[in-house]
């Protein structure tokens, strides 16, 4: 039996109740997401099971586990799959290296087994290897809702995005963190999908967060998120410009122009004075 707002009736745990109420507080485990990221990854795991009794959510780059939490603790969440080389150092847009000490998936199980039942535990599925490298037979189940939050670089990301699509449902969508870095390789899957003819439609949502729905999910997506959606023209104009700023910003410190540093704030200002002529 269904609600009005199409969910089954039956027992609701206070996880589920937190996740159908969009309430960030089922993120019990750090995570590198502010509060309006987690209610944007919410708000796209209340759709998918809603419209799913038991979907398969797939995860690429885990850390501590944060971002799988609310699926693990999801009853309509069948699989829960972990995609995570733990490398020691990570390439990023921003241009330096990004190091995660005593990253490991043993450490992250632990801090979920803080919250949750090994019986919550028992549908996760952990490989320790890039996406390209999980063999297709070892996934049992099509995934209906993927994140991609692991190397944020372009390359990794649409190398991430390629190497899952046979593991993805006809109807799925895919969820970028960090599109604020990453939002090239956003276009270019979108290049991709288009060649390839299937549909899809994509949204940016606060803070960082990007979905493209596929097929059938491309229908449902935009309308459920209409009142929450940025705008995706701003959203990138703004993203690029703060990104050539980081990075101007570090070459400036890796050429040991340390004697310009003072003048990062005037170019700041600068920086910042020319958007808002630009906007006029
Ligand atoms: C930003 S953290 C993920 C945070 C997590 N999603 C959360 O919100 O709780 C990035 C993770 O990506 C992982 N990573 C690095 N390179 C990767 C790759 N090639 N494929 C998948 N994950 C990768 C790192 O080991 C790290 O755990």
Redesign the pocket.
């Known amino acids: 039996m269904s609600d009005l707002t199409g969910v089954k009736q039956g027992t609701v745990t206070p996880y589920e109740a937190e996740i159908e109420a969009i309430d960030p507080k089922i993120f019990l485990?750090?995570?590198?997401?502010t509060r309006n990221d987690r209610q944007s990854l919410l708000r796209l795991q209340r759709l998918v099971r809603r419209e799913n009794d038991d979907y398969c959510y797939l995860?690429?780059?885990?850390?501590?586990?944060?971002?799988?939490l609310p699926h693990l603790a999801d009853s309509r969440c069948g699989l829960v799959i972990s995609?995570?080389?733990?490398?020691a150092v990570?390439p990023d847009e921003r241009g330096p290296m990004f190091a995660?000490q005593g990253?490991s998936t043993q450490r992250m199980v632990d801090g979920l087994l803080r919250h949750l039942s090994e019986d919550n535990l028992a549908k996760l599925q952990t490989f320790d290897l890039?996406?390209s490298a999980v063999p297709r037979a070892a996934v049992a189940r099509a995934a209906q809702l993927a994140?991609i939050?692991?190397?944020?670089t372009n390359v990794?990301t649409v190398s991430?995005f390629l190497s899952i699509v046979p593991f993805l449902a006809n109807d799925a969508i895919v969820v970028f963190?960090?599109s604020n870095l990453i939002f090239d390789a956003i276009m270019h899957i979108e290049r991709f999908l288009h060649y390839s003819q299937i549909p899809f439609q994509t949204i940016f949502l606060p803070d960082v967060v990007a979905a493209i729905a596929l097929r059938g999910m491309a229908e449902v997506l935009p309308s459920e998120m209409t009142d929450v959606a940025l705008r995706r023209d701003q959203f990138i104009v703004s993203a690029r410009r703060a990104l050539q700023n980081v990075i101007a910003m570090d070459v400036l410190d890796r050429n040991g122009m340390g004697f310009m540093i003072p003048m990062k704030r005037m170019v700041r200002a600068a920086i910042r004075k020319r958007l808002l002529l630009g906007r006029r």
């Open positions: 485990l750090e995570s590198s997401t995860e690429i780059g885990s850390h501590l586990g944060g971002s799988l995609i995570d080389p733990r490398p990570q995660y990253n890039d996406a994140l939050d692991g190397e944020h990794a991430d963190h960090d």
